[in-house]
């Protein structure tokens, strides 16, 4: 048994930035497989607080939430690096993996689970922020330059998930007319032979958030009867 | 003039952690003090996304996000280290420090911002953090250890600005029978000399946030008349 075991779901992006990020690294591991609607008493064990996926253990001690978790694989691994050298450039790499997660994906779910007048907003502000990201690839293959790092690993759920949530929405977030740069980005990431070999099955997904999508649609509905 | 810079408002926390830290570190820096509700155009130029303070620029380079700015600090000036050498004790202090950002801050300001039952779901989720935070500190003295480190700094608001609220709204969260750990820390913290001697003036910090409790009242006032 390897020294290193995930916890994820066969379909949290979070937990998907860990698979890639060991294996750009190189670094063995076990999956354990986690079923969200009843979690493992393993999994509450190893993260008590948040109870959710990612959960890294190593050594027998866990470390969680997903940047949390890759700034410990990047300082214990140090072979192919996911952070530049450069402080200032670190810097650059961990505040768009940040921005990802506080300005991107909040406003990218609110599309994802409504319709009307809060899905408008959430496009506006999804595509407000979409606009930085573009802006950020200028001149450049990824967000890591010319190897995916840490921000394209934190971001890889606008090449894969978000791309099942046009799907079952409809709805164009990342046109290539509007976002030509995010647009190709969406295509080189995930064909790059690490992150192309881990990529839960698209038809799956979708199931699964038409599914989520449809059922924030019928509490929203239930909610506006009371 | 010193290479380093920092944007900071008189009474902002995150920019406090910043003070903090460059001055554990000893690098000297020029304060540019930025009235928020006039922001310079140098402001907006170094933080054109979030144009929020604070920003630090390092040799013309501006650094933002006030965690993001700490892991800067700490990479480019080694000495005084924020965070331990152990990788798992380098993940467990960013946790931490997310964690107050994420779960701690997000209900406390709830609570001093609304009354009533709004008023009251702040206090129960801000409990339930805080419990987590005591439970953390058993053992130690600060969340760094013997010393402070990087989640002190994080969540050294809890000590200053929450203290603040608590005088504003006259509820206390953080009673010494049922947070004796964190009521001691939030007594040893501020006594620390670099803290000590950089915490913003109290009456000054009671005037404003009284102001902001009263301007978040009348605002929900007139959205439940429309």
């Not at 009843?38 to 959710?52: A, D, E, G, V």
């Not at 214990?76 to 650059?92: C, F, G, I, S, V």
């Not at 007048?117 to 293959?141: D, R």
Request: hydrophobic fraction near 40%; aromatic fraction near 10%; glycine fraction near 4%.
């Amino acid at each position: 048994m390897a020294e290193v075991k995930l916890f994820r779901s066969w379909s949290s992006s979070f937990a998907l930035r860990i698979v890639w990020a060991l294996k750009l690294k190189g670094v063995p591991y076990d999956t354990i497989f986690e079923d969200l609607s009843s979690k493992s008493s393993l999994l509450l064990q190893y993260n008590p607080i948040h109870k959710k996926v990612p959960v890294l253990v190593h050594n027998g001690k866990s470390i969680v939430e997903s940047l949390v978790i890759l700034e410990y694989i990047e300082e214990t691994w140090k072979q192919n690096p996911l952070l530049p050298e450069d402080p200032h450039d670190r810097a650059t790499a961990r505040f768009w993996a940040q921005f990802g997660d506080d300005k991107v994906f909040p406003p990218v779910l609110d599309v994802l689970r409504n319709e009307g007048k809060e899905q408008e907003e959430g496009i506006v502000k999804a595509k407000e922020s979409l606009k930085y990201l573009e802006e950020e690839l200028k001149g450049k293959k990824f967000f890591g330059g010319e190897k995916i790092g840490f921000a394209d690993i934190a971001l890889g759920w606008l090449a894969h998930h978000e791309n099942v949530f046009e799907e079952v929405t409809g709805i164009t977030l990342i046109a290539e007319d509007e976002f030509p740069l995010l647009s190709e980005w969406r295509k080189t990431f995930p064909d790059a032979p690490v992150i192309k070999e881990n990529w839960p099955p698209r038809d799956k997904l979708v199931t699964k958030f038409q599914a989520i999508r449809e059922q924030a649609l019928v509490q929203k509905l239930k909610m506006a009867e009371k």
